[in-house]
T-cell receptor, first 118, second 113 residues
Framework: AQKITQTQPGMFVQEKEAVTLDCTYDTSDPSYGLFWYKQPSSGEMIFLIYQGSYDQQNATEGRYSLNFQKARKSANLVISASQLGDSAMYFCAMRELDRGSTLGRLYFGRGTQLTVWP | DGGITQSPKYLFRKEGQNVTLSCEQNLNHDAMYWYRQDPGQGLRLIYYSQIVNDFQKGDIAEGYSVSREKKESFPLTVTSAQKNPTAFYLC????????????FGAGTRLSVL
């Protein structure tokens, strides 16, 4: 079963508008982390935002916020006031502890291609 | 500036050849990782290492090998046993803490001649 599901292959938003990128996850671990990364056409993965499973409040980092709904197992990324430079692929990821290890490992979704138009 | 350096940016492999991708970090991170990305796909874990001289297989380790002789370095060798090596390879590192946020290098694009 997919651990991370991103159902939107592509999204379009006009500059200065807000956009929500969807992400649902599947885990039975009580302790996990949720991440969003941005991948521009250059290929580098850029860390955007983190949410821990025990965090009470939704994470925010500048124009990025993570809408964490634990009961629904969703971790949507909200980008406010979109900019042309936000056009990129966005990946949702989840960290679980690997068996026999004290270190978590990441599982990635397939990504959502965001296009911001003027 | 602290960061993760991957080299080369582009690499070409001939049939039957082993090639090595370099990954160096100066973030003083304990953990390092290698991922493979195919077109239109997310990242898949190849190998990871928590500490020097220790590493574990990820989901797609067959045809790859790694070493971790220094904290700063985690090279990946794509062996001739890997029949479909054409992909984008990303290296990452992280602290061994509760968040375990992984930071990535710029990637190496490997193609077969």
């Amino acid at each position: 079963a997919q651990k991370i599901t991103q159902t939107q292959p592509g999204m379009f938003v006009q500059e200065k508008e807000a956009v929500t990128l969807d992400c649902t996850y599947d885990t039975s671990d009580p302790s996990y982390g949720l991440f969003w990364y941005k991948q521009p056409s250059s290929g580098e993965m850029i860390f955007l935002i983190y949410q821990g499973s025990y965090d009470q409040q939704n994470a925010t980092e500048g124009r990025y916020s993570l809408n964490f709904q634990k009961a629904r197992k969703s971790a949507n990324l909200v980008i406010s006031a979109s900019q042309l430079g936000d056009s990129a692929m966005y990946f949702c990821a989840m960290r679980e502890l690997d068996r026999g290890s004290t270190l978590g490992r990441l599982y990635f979704g397939r990504g959502t291609q965001l296009t911001v138009w003027p | 500036d602290g960061g993760i350096t991957q080299s080369p940016k582009y690499l070409f492999r001939k049939e039957g050849q082993n090639v090595t991708l370099s990954c160096e970090q100066n973030l003083n991170h304990d953990a390092m990782y290698w991922y493979r990305q195919d077109p239109g796909q997310g990242l898949r874990l190849i190998y990871y290492s928590q500490i020097v001289n220790d590493f574990q297989k990820g989901d797609i380790a067959e045809g790859y090998s790694v070493s971790r002789e220094k904290k700063e370095s985690f090279p990946l060798t794509v062996t001739s046993a890997q029949k479909n090596p054409t992909a984008f390879y990303l290296c990452a590192s992280s602290r061994r803490d509760s968040k375990n946020i992984q930071y990535f290098g710029a990637g190496t694009r490997l193609s077969v001649l």
